[in-house]
């Protein structure tokens, strides 16, 4: 009975013990207290931002993007495995407990050593259960379990940071497509007012008002034209089969519209360069990293010291099977085996070198993408701030020229232009249409940057349990 309490008094302290090696200290990294390009006027990123753009084919198209892309279901999967690691470490930390039978016979020799008074031939039958569990007496199994938690919040941070790319990407690849539907029926405008020019050119040759250099250049410009015409077809081709591998439908056909007018929500505030920490799902990665590379230290620096191993067993031992559960047959052990480790070459230095080179590397990694981070918002807001400038301006266009081509469209009709000067105002009409969208292509894109930059609507992680 003294030994039974020794035990618990043994094990009481062993479960209470120091944890070796470092605790985590989030690197001290230098950020600018704002960003030098200024503040977006904005509010804070929507859960569901993208439906801010007021596209009804485009919100479809996430929902079966978030619900079918290949990238996202390979991350979903890594979150489930670091889960079932996290569980499967976080559970050393409780004894394993076995049921065992076994019925034996066996023959001893009449010849040999072993007393034959009871007989040659013998059963034995035994019932019970054993346990053996490692003591954490110097928080080895602690620091598994702070870097397999690390490496679960890091997974699930990893499955944000897809779900972002993967709707960024599809915002994308919708908005390349709509601006290539506008920008093609642009093309087909002017390419029309080139054949016309040209034909205008053609009938002036023959009859000597027109050189050969006229009819060069309308050539060339027809040629420009056409060439500007494929291009912009391949473009909407190459946008429609992105669009189709992002949601899971490489067959994918989205009807031609060039009637489609996105809104174009404020850009959000960018808010401050020390939010990124928080925010960006990269950043939280990189970190959960360096939080489970620093964890390993601990974990391989146990290995110095002495381990100490709780045995237990109880149940029941019989020669019948009848008497197996009889009053006399209980049996039951309990123990503390200690193992000390004397010479190993220098294998746990390596080890412990090895595992501090690791966090070095994290590290590193860590502070790398911090500022690859402040870079790339720092590019958005300058994108935001510019597409803004040059949207007012390309819009300030194209009315310009719908005023212009109204004018010449009136004067024509009073006979006091030439068909080449009102082919030109028609020409610069469709151009300035071809301007507007390419420039609202940029300015959503820009927006997605921004957001993207900015670690998109921050929707915090599977809380996991201690």
Known sequence: MKNLKAIYILSGVLLTACTVGPDYERPDVSLATKFPEGQVAGEAIAALWWKGFGDAQLNQFIDKALVANAD???????????????????????????????????????????????????????????????????????????????????????????????????????????????????????????????????????????????????????????????????????????????????????????????????????????????????????????????????????????????????????????????????????????????????RTASRVEGAVAVQHQAAATYEKTVFNAFREVRDALVDVRETMQAADAAQRRENSSREAFRVAEAKQGQGQIGPIEFLLSRRLLAESQAAVAKVRYDRVIAQVDLIKALGGARVEAVVVKE
């Open 72 to 346: 996202l279901k390979v991350a979903v999967a890594r979150v489930e495995e670091a889960s079932a690691g996290f569980d499967n470490v976080a559970s050393a930390q409780l004894p394993e407990i076995d049921a065992t039978a076994s019925n034996s016979k066996s023959q001893i020799s009449s010849g040999g050593y072993t007393p034959v008074g009871d007989g040659r031939n013998r059963t034995l039958s035994r019932v019970g259960l054993v346990t053996s569990f490692e003591l954490d007496f110097w928080g080895k199994i602690r620091r598994a379990t702070e870097g397999a938690k690390a490496q679960l919040l890091g997974a699930q941070e990893a499955r944000m940071q897809v779900e972002l790319a993967v709707t960024s990407s599809v915002v994308r690849a919708y908005a390349a497509l709509r601006s290539a539907d506008i920008q093609a029926r642009a093309a087909d405008e002017i390419r029309a007012v080139r054949e016309e020019e040209s034909r205008v050119i053609e009938e002036r040759f023959k009859v000597g008002s027109a050189g050969p250099s006229d009819r060069a250049v309308a050539e060339i410009n027809l040629a420009t034209a056409i060439a500007v015409q494929s291009d912009t077809a391949r473009t909407r081709a190459q946008a429609q089969h992105l669009l189709g591998f992002l949601i899971g439908q490489p067959e994918l056909v989205v009807a031609n519209d060039s009637s489609v007018s996105w809104q174009l929500p404020p850009a959000p505030a960018a808010g401050l360069p020390s939010d990124l920490l928080r925010r960006r799902p990269d950043i939280i990665v990189a970190e959960q990293a360096l939080v489970a590379a620093n964890a390993k230290i601990g974990y391989t620096k146990a290995a110095y010291f002495p381990t100490f191993t709780l045995t237990g067993a109880l149940g029941n031992e019989s020669r019948s099977f009848s008497n197996l559960f009889s009053s006399g047959s209980a049996t039951n052990s309990l123990g503390v085996d200690l193992s000390v480790p004397l010479f190993d070459y220098g």
